[in-house]
């Protein structure tokens, strides 16, 4: 049997009742599996497999918090710190009912090797909670993230693990996870990033991860003979991703002519008014039917449908796994070119190589939205050398960051000889950082 697959048995059978974890790795060492055939000595003397599936730790905890009526709850709390060979962990907090310990195993080990691509020093981590906040007040969120950072405190730090947004976790909530750390420590430094701009924030970082997806997307299409300008695109989500995704698709002359939520979706014909989806989304807090209540002319569906829409390009941009096989059937029945990844895993295995047999192209979450953790961590580096950024400085260091890991990803896919292969690309290529590193610093 192969290291690759001796490795992935152990892992099916030690993490059975994790799929999107099992999920993750799969795709990650299938993929590999060429560097690794020809380096198997080398990397067996030191289980690096072994330990690059295990994560360093897991933290879990209880959060007890108290809504508006005094009632208690309790929630569970985690953060699965998974690598550091290149730099403190790093990765966002998710606050949704669906987290579990399996879902942040997968976000943090996509985040290793997406936080190699970004060429900056940081390791891979993730955390979150079951806690829902849709539907809270604001005194309830702020309670509840007072509550979880009251806990959290004592794993993280600038120099240790930076935690960041996700879903469910936007400005409000970091400003007050970031308060209580302040409050607690007494110590005022960068251990969060996604700050507000009066309190260390970095300009552009609301709008990194959408922003990069299409600077990323630009790049790729430069390098097929391709262009957004004058193509029609579709987005799911309507959160942080979807909404700068959209906005800056438009800025370089596509049109977008849907977004979603956990709800429904929306085809608006004329192309999706980011002003209002932001007043929609980021002010009021409401469903979908609001935007359409503010634009007669655009269509409001129950339910999920977005990849049913014509479209050249796609970007799912919500969750995971929210694009399946008859999605990516509907998609190249549409003349669908191209599916660029917004949300971490959005895509199913299945519709993965669904989509690359058929020949649109495809790049794969940790290589196009890495835009986000990179300007994290440009946040880091202001915050450690007390600057900020003017606003052109930060979108040029992103958009260098995002095309180059476009090039980077279509070299290393060429190197081992699947040109357009963007998922082997941007796995071979985090590999190898995140495998030198490992290596040098010895068994641990
Ligand atoms: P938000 O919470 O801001 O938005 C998420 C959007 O997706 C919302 O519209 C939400 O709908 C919808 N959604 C969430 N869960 C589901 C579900 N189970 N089914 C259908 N729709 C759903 O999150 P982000 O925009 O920050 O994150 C979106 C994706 O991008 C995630 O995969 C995240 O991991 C990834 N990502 C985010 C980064 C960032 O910087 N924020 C960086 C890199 C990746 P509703 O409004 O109804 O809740």
Redesign the pocket.
Known sequence: MSYVDEVLAAVKMKNAHEPEFLQAVTEVLESIRAVVDANEEKYRKVALLERLVEPDRIITFRVPWTDDKGEVHVQRGYRVQFNNAIGPYKG?L?F?P?VYQGILKF?GFEQVF?NALTTLPIGGGKGGSDFDP?GKSDAEVMRFCQAFMTELYKYVGADIDVP???????GREVGYLFGQYKRITNSYEGMLT?KGLTFGGSLI?TQ???YGLLYHTEEILRLNGQKLEGATCVV????????YAIEKAQQLGAKVVT?????GWIYDPDGIDVAVLKEV?EVMRA??TEYKAARPNAEYHEG?GVWTVKCDYAFP????N?LDIEDAKALAANGCKGVFE?????TTLEATTYIQKNGMLFTP?KAS?????AT?ALEMSQNSERLSWSAEEVDAKLKSIMYGIADTIASAAERYGMKGNYVAGANIAGFEKVAEAMIAQGVY
């Open positions: 966002g998710r949704h669906s976000l997406k849709h960041a947004g996700d879903i469910g976790v936007g996604g970082r990194a991860t959408g799911s989500g309507a959160g942080n991703v979807a909404i977004c979603s939520d956990s709800t989304k469903r979908l999920k941009c919500a969750t995971q929210e917004g949300a971490n895993m959005p979450g939205n890495a835009g986000g953790v994290s």
